[in-house]
T-cell receptor, first 114, second 113 residues
Framework: NAGVTQTPKFQVLKTGQSMTLQCAQD?????MSWYRQDPGMGLRLIHY???????DQGEVPNGYNVSRSTTEDFPLRLLSAAPSQTSVYFC?????????????FGPGTRLLVL | AQSVTQLDSQVPVFEEAPVELRCNYS??????LFWYVQYPNQGLQLLLK??????LVKGINGFEAEFNKSQTSFHLRKPSVHISDTAEYFC???????????FGEGTQLTVNP
């Protein structure tokens, strides 16, 4: 199993550009989440999904969109990039219901917005 | 409001010394508790978790943590650290009825020779 994969690993954007961060998992997990990591702030939840077709907002959703058309994929879209969105983005997945509650993380995408 | 507080942002220790990384949580409902580790330029991986049962939980790499409900704490300990334990450590909780994992701010553990 590849686990949780993220692409790209690095990205530089100009203010106002849009892009999609890709996330995929091959563990048939129901739950998927997007976090951003900033120094001294831990990981903050952007959006999450409890199954295909179901998404919800986390702590810092503004400026980001998500969709979940399949169990495997959970892309994160930046609509109009801003310097405040410079961060490291992590995707995670876990089993739902009475599962082990362990979240598995991807390697991250480093985004710089100029 | 629900929250997780890691009481130390940085913990420097010498190799083979014991270490404790402190975590307190605030929640009005039952929670599951986790410690994750992040090595430089990598994603997070699970160290250990408390779901139920024994309050002393053992994890990978010789780490352990104790759930203390009365003090709402979940401190992480290791009796003898190695250089390779240098990393950032995150405490997190999940409401037993929910699906959102909430993280603390992280503690940078630096092990010096």
């Amino acid at each position: 199993n590849a686990g949780v994969t993220q692409t790209p690993k690095f990205q530089v954007l100009k203010t106002g550009q849009s892009m999609t961060l890709q996330c995929a998992q091959d563990m048939n997990h129901e739950y998927m989440s997007w976090y951003r990591q900033d120094p001294g702030m831990g990981l903050r939840l952007i959006h999450y999904s409890v199954g295909a077709g179901i998404t919800d907002q986390g702590e810092v959703p503004n400026g980001y969109n998500v969709s979940r058309s399949t169990t495997e994929d959970f892309p994160l879209r930046l609509l109009s990039a801003a310097p405040s969105q410079t961060s490291v983005y992590f995707c995670a997945s876990s089993r739902g219901g009475t599962g082990t509650k362990t979240q598995y993380f991807g390697p991250g995408t480093r985004l710089l917005v100029l | 409001a629900q929250s997780v507080t890691q009481l130390d942002s940085q913990v420097p220790v010498f190799e083979e010394a014991p270490v404790e990384l402190r975590c307190n949580y605030s929640s009005s409902v039952s929670v599951y508790l986790f410690w994750y580790v992040q090595y430089p330029n990598q994603g997070l991986q699970l160290l250990l978790k408390y779901l139920s049962g024994s309050t002393l939980v053992k994890g990978i790499n010789g780490f352990e943590a104790e759930f203390n409900k009365s003090q709402t704490s979940f401190h992480l300990r290791k009796p003898s650290v190695h250089i390779s334990d240098t990393a950032e450590y995150f405490c997190a909780y999940l409401e037993t009825s929910g699906s959102r994992l909430t993280f603390g701010e992280g503690t940078q553990l630096t092990v010096n020779p």
